[in-house]
């Protein structure tokens, strides 16, 4: 068993827990730090996230290593969630961890998406886009994942190890020159070879070492939300699912929640539950915060006088690479800032909503959940 991701401990302990007891169980996951879980047969390594280190990089290797042991008598049994790109990010060959660790931290301060980040990490890395797969030697592969990625195509989730890479070189240069990334040297040299076909590539679509290779989402965003929506309606609250899949930048989007909201405000109570994942584009001096602290500053500002309770949080845990989930707005926020002399328009423009809500103590901290599909918001109308 091998796998990696925010929920990759988790399921390693779900697995030895159901796993028959005559049976022999070995193997390897790695998740982000905090996020451990005690196994008995599994091992289990902490490494960094968004940004990888030398613990994951060293993992990774050793992954390879033992799924180059297996043959077609054998079983690999894969463990994806969200955060296995950088958590077994062992670059290729002429790049250097740091090399990786400069165009990963470029591209999330430029407001890349997800996609776009593991269009590029695929090609410099060596475990993702269907590459653990091909080094199985042909074993009999399941993947079971845990999507946060939004539609929930395992070639996106952690950047694919056991999927076909649709993409190709090209598209990582092309993502490089679209965010104006200033890459090293070897990370060019390394997408041009492959680009030119001196260099290796990830393995497509159709290819025969998919023959035996079986994709699973077992969880996704879709389903989290979907509960949700089925408390507040236990609880008399009428819920209204806007989308699984929402994207684009967080003030942007708290813009459109909040005219939603203006819109819905004299329908009586109401939840408003939306997921997916939105980007920041981060000015070169700026403030703390994640996503969805970012998304609940900007729409505070954009409510004004429409009351209404909101959260927003990663379902992991983490809001970006912050010590909160998220944070949440009250229909006073505004005015218990002024009260206390916060300027909420300042802390937005730079990019400071952890500073905005930890003055008011309204930061959601949970600490790791060990689990991850996409994040979560819902706007709360028409109540006390």
């Given amino acids: 068993m091998l796998g990696g991701g925010k929920a990759a401990a988790r399921m390693a302990a779900a697995v030895e827990a159901h796993w028959p007891q005559h049976a022999p169980l070995s193997g390897l996951v790695v998740t982000r730090h905090g996020h451990a879980e005690p196994t008995r047969h599994i091992e289990v390594v902490e490494a960094s996230h968004p940004l990888p280190d030398g613990r994951g990089e060293a993992a990774a290797l050793r992954m390879l290593t033992l799924a180059g042991q297996l043959g077609p008598d054998d079983l690999l049994l894969a463990l994806i969630s969200g955060g296995g790109s950088s958590l077994l990010a062992a670059p290729v060959g002429g790049v250097t961890l740091k090399d990786l660790r400069r165009v990963t931290k470029a591209l999330l301060g430029a407001g890349a998406t997800i996609h776009d980040i593991n269009t590029v990490r695929k090609h410099l890395t060596r475990v993702s886009g269907g590459q653990l797969a091909r080094a199985a030697n042909g074993a009999r592969v399941l993947a079971l994942i845990i999507s946060d990625v939004v539609g929930d195509d395992p070639a996106h989730i952690a950047s694919g190890p056991c999927a076909p890479d649709p993409g190709s070189c090209a598209d990582a240069l092309a993502c490089l020159q679209r965010f104006h990334i200033d890459a090293p040297v070897a990370v060019v040299d390394h997408l041009h070879a492959c680009d030119a076909g001196t260099a290796a590539d990830t393995p497509k679509p159709g290819d025969s070492i998919f023959t035996h290779v079986d994709n699973r989402v077992i969880a996704r965003a879709q389903d ?85 309770w909101a959260l927003a949080c990663d379902t ?35 990019h400071d909503s952890h500073g905005f809500f930890a003055a008011l103590g309204d930061l959601v901290v949970t600490g790791p959940t060990r689990t991850n599909v996409n994040d979560f918001r819902a706007l709360l109308l028409g109540v006390g």
């Fill in 224 to 308: 989290s939300l979907a509960a949700a929506v089925a408390y507040f309606e236990a609880h008399g609250v009428p819920a209204v699912l806007i989308s699984d899949c929402v994207s684009g930048d967080a003030q942007a989007v708290a813009r459109q929640h909040a005219a939603l909201a203006r819109a819905r405000s004299g329908d009586g109570s109401l939840a408003l539950v939306s997921g997916g994942e939105t980007t920041v584009t981060l000015r070169p001096a700026h403030g703390r915060g994640g996503r969805n602290a970012e998304f609940l500053l900007a729409l505070a500002l954009a409510l004004g006088d429409t009351p209404a």
């Fill in 316 to 350: 992991d845990g983490i809001d970006g690479s912050e010590d909160n989930a998220g944070a949440f707005v009250t229909p006073d926020t505004l005015a218990r800032a002024r009260a206390l002399g916060i300027d909420a328009a300042t802390h937005l423009a730079a």
